[in-house]
């Protein structure tokens, strides 16, 4: 009879045993959260733009390069990640250009704006200044322009011309 007991307790035990680690498999695989999807994943992507390829979005680009992105881009959200943080992380790692869209969009529109506007207002300025015959300082004649000494030959050519109006 003692025998009997002691294999029904091996028995409850061996079921136990077998139910919290059953129990502790799901705890951990509900643990890691849903994966995400394609369409999770892709829908980031779309945002992000492919390093290797010119303007291409990261959703339809065929390179390994992209292909590690999205995997990275599905292990962050399964990490909890939103999708602004996904993206400020791209664009903090690999630049403004993947992110596509400027994270700081004042500076990204006015600052060029502030440029093209400052260079045409000096650009007009110069051509005026340009067009515009030096002015004569006042007390100062035609005739007498101060200047350095100047060497014989220049003196006497300057002299007829002076004649001839």
Known sequence: MK??????FKMGMAILTALAATLLAILIASAQGPTPSDDDVNQIA??????VCENTPLDVCPTEACRQWREQIRDMLSQGKTEAEIIDYFAATYGERAAGDPRDKIK????????ILLGTIFLIAGLRMWKRPLAIAPGASEEEPQSAPQDEYIARLEAELKKRK
């Not at 025998?3 to 029904?8: D, G």
């Not at 779309?46 to 390093?51: A, G, H, N, T």
């Not at 990204?108 to 440029?115: C, H, N, Q, R």
């Open 108 to 115: 990204a529109y006015l600052v060029p704006g502030i440029a």
């Open 3 to 8: 025998a009997s007991k002691i294999n029904r």
């Open 46 to 51: 779309k945002k992000l733009y492919c390093p």
